[in-house]
């Protein structure tokens, strides 16, 4: 099925992503021509076909429920674009 | 002859003899750097004056130890999706621009240890996301034998700066292709190790379900070597696999007497580089006179894989950047309110492609559409590793081409996103099933440029993988040739 201009946008409001004009037009097309490409895998029957979940079955990988790092608030803070009192600083959520 | 040109084990043993420090061959890497860095863009960041410490520590260490780690001393770069520990880690993309890790990757944490030097961080499409390195936001990459070409991608600058003697060894990443593509188009040895094999923890991720750190090396030896450093169980990766670590470098040798290597007959399609058959061709002749069982078969479903990548490699994608809303770490841009503030951010900070492929992520999981797309992905994916599973009830390892064509020209594809996702057609299949596969160098085209053999495994079976290869490497010795640069 052809993406629309519509169906770009419904995306880029899900993806919080913008473009600019012109390259919402060509985007439209590159899309179109990789969602065409990738329709091949209709040809495939695959109704009784499990779906891959992992691709080296190991089973869920448990561990006891401690504390394994050391809280260092500094350090992990030290790339936040903004910050104040050990908090991040964020715009305004609720008006 | 420069320290640089040597590989890891020949490095390693002059250490050993006190024939060199590592001081030493740190100071002749950077000198090499130096003098081709301005030709070839390896790196996004350089680590003197930190090589420079850890060599002298290396050293001491030296003084100590009677039976030191083969890694000890050994300049190495590392791809900058490797979050390294107070050293700036930007996954090729401006959004981590100024980004500095508060913790070491395991990989990263097992190479300091082991006491090798990092000499500095590679450039790489961004996020890992292309097969040209012509995605990093900051500048492409030349290829060492051919600096008008691509050294491809995405662990576009390892694989360069190894060709280069840059460095003696480096890691890269592997989602689709991203350590034997580069490998092949720079004339050296790339391992995509199994699926859970080497921990994730503290890689920058793509696609969750296939991204695997690797070697990049200029042999087979060294390529056992650091996949042997590497390798392991991590509690910190709930992926990773809780097996013990094979010493992988001691099992090279042997020979392919016997082994059966199936030749799958959909990798010899129109398309292939007539230069590339040829090349490959010969090298399934030097198995043969080498004693090995050569079997054509089918895996009929390769045809699909790219398909099926595309749409499980771009929903992962599109989920795992979901965390780059510039709130906690990472570039921010000014928006009126919340949503225009994550909007100007990632708009303004993530390249095309990285945009193109979030956009096609977000396409094939939104609602309506996650059955037609994502869920019929995975199922495809079960039939691809089916193929494998019916290939390896016969075969030891299979033999193919690492990419249909020696490397392009800079600009050749970048606006054809199809057409570059296709240079990635044999190596994705490995990634979809989880498989261990390698690329080591198998000969030149007419104009001079390396051509990839890749050789692919069952799950775990890396040590046969690298046997193979050895044998191969020594029975023909193309990885010894070089490319001749000149200083810039």
Known sequence: MPITRDDLERVLLLARLSLPADEEARLVQELGEVLAYVEKLDRLATDDVPPMTHVVDIGASLRDDVVSNRPDTDALMANAPAREDGFFRVPKIIE | MSLATLTIHELSQKLRQREVSAEEITRDVLGRIESTEGTIHSFITVLREPALEAAKAADERFHREPDPNPLLGIPLAVKDNVITRGIRTTAGSKILDDFLPPYDATVSAKLRAAGAVIIGKTNMDEFAMGSSAENSAFFPTRNPWDTA????????????????DQCAGALGTDTGGSIRQPAACCGIVGLKPTYGRVSRFGIIAFASSMDQV???????????????????????????????VPRYSEMLAGGVQGFRVGIPKEYFISGVQPEVERAVGAAIRVFQDHGAIIEEISLPHTEYAVAAYYIVATAEASSNLARYDGMRYGYRARGRDLTETYTLTRAQAFGAEVKRRIILGTYVLSAGYYDAYYLKAQKVRTLIRRDFDEAFSRCDILLTPTAPTTAFRL?????????????????????????????????????????????????FE?????????????????????PVLESA
Not at chain 2, 149 to 164: E, K, Y
Not at chain 2, 418 to 444: E, K, R, W
Not at chain 2, 466 to 478: F, V
């Open chain 2, 462 to 482: 890396e040590s046969k993988l690298l046997r193979a290869a050895y044998a191969y490497e020594q029975a023909t010795r193309w990885g010894a040739l070089r």
């Open chain 2, 149 to 164: 070409r691509v050294p491809g991608g995405s662990s576009g600058g390892s694989a360069a700066a190894v060709a280069a």
């Open chain 2, 214 to 244: 690797g070697p990049l090396t200029k042999d087979v030896t060294d390529c056992a070597l650091l996949l042997e450093a590497i390798a392991g169980h991590d509690p910190s990766d709930s992926t990773s696999v809780d097996r013990p």
């Open chain 2, 411 to 459: 600009g050749e594809k970048i606006k054809e996103p199809l057409q570059m996702y296709l240079s990635d057609v044999f190596t994705i299949p490995a990634n979809l099933a989880g498989l261990p596969a390698l690329s080591v160098p198998c000969g030149f085209d007419a104009a001079g440029l390396p051509v990839g053999l890749q050789l692919i495994g069952r799950h």
